[in-house]
């Protein structure tokens, strides 16, 4: 059973360029999470979402960053006109199903770490 | 907004000893979490607490669910060199969803 899945695991932007980032959730989970973590820091949330709705996006920037998760295919999330702050780690998480109680566990992908130049 | 704080922020210890951190808050959380993370790699979960005073161990770690609901701790025991790595503690305020939030990390170096 493959883990969650994360692509590129490295990409590199000039800045204003576009960052696509890819992820694939665990087989049978349709919640997928959105992390980013700097340098020497925690992650921060950034959005929540379900198989074709953002659920929370309470994290996201105003601008520039949006994320999506269709019906079919890998959820993505995207940066324009990416900025040298951009640079980070990004992670995926995904989960099954809420259910009262008990922690929904998120399972993380191994990150996309972008450079911006 | 809410922070978790997290203490000591490094430590290097040699295998064998035993390690203890804690995490802080100045808000209650109804769930807290502890994450390790090694390096390039996504975080992952040890250990779930759920109720005010809840001790759980998972192996060599233990961990405690702070009455005030506003703490948390750590322990591992006799430290091997694979305990390297970032340990995080994270929480959520709701029993049902809420968004987990993590806290800074304690790096943790373990001497051969």
């Known amino acids: 059973n493959a883990g969650v899945m994360q692509n590129p695991r490295h990409l590199v932007r000039r800045r204003g360029q576009e960052a696509r980032l890819r992820c694939s959730p665990m087989?049978?989970?349709?919640?997928v999470y959105w992390y980013r973590q700097l340098p020497e820091e925690g992650l921060k949330f950034m959005v929540y979402?379900?198989?074709?709705?953002?659920?929370?996006e309470s994290g996201m920037p105003k601008e520039r960053f949006s994320a999506e998760f269709p019906k079919e295919g890998p959820s993505i999330l995207r940066i324009q006109q990416v900025v040298r702050g951009d640079s980070a780690a990004y992670f995926c998480a995904s989960s099954p199903p809420w259910t009262s109680g008990g922690y929904n566990e998120q399972f993380f992908g191994p990150g996309t770490r972008l450079t911006v130049l | 907004g809410q922070q978790l704080n997290q203490s000591p922020q490094s430590m290097f210890i040699q295998e064998g000893e035993d390690v203890s951190m804690n995490c802080t808050s100045s808000s209650i959380f109804n769930t807290w979490l502890w994450y390790k993370q090694d390096p390039g790699e996504g975080p992952v979960l040890l250990i779930a607490?759920?109720?005010?005073?809840e001790l759980t161990s998972n192996g060599r770690l233990t961990a405690q669910f702070g009455i005030t609901r506003k703490d948390s701790f750590l322990n591992i025991s006799a430290s091997i060199p694979s305990d390297v790595g970032i340990y995080f503690c994270a929480g959520q305020r709701r029993t049902s969803y809420d968004k987990v939030i993590f806290g800074p990390g304690t790096s943790l170096s373990v001497i051969p």
């Open positions: 607490l759920y109720k005010a005073g």
């Open positions: 087989k049978g989970h349709s919640h």
């Open positions: 979402l379900q198989k074709e709705n953002i659920i929370d």
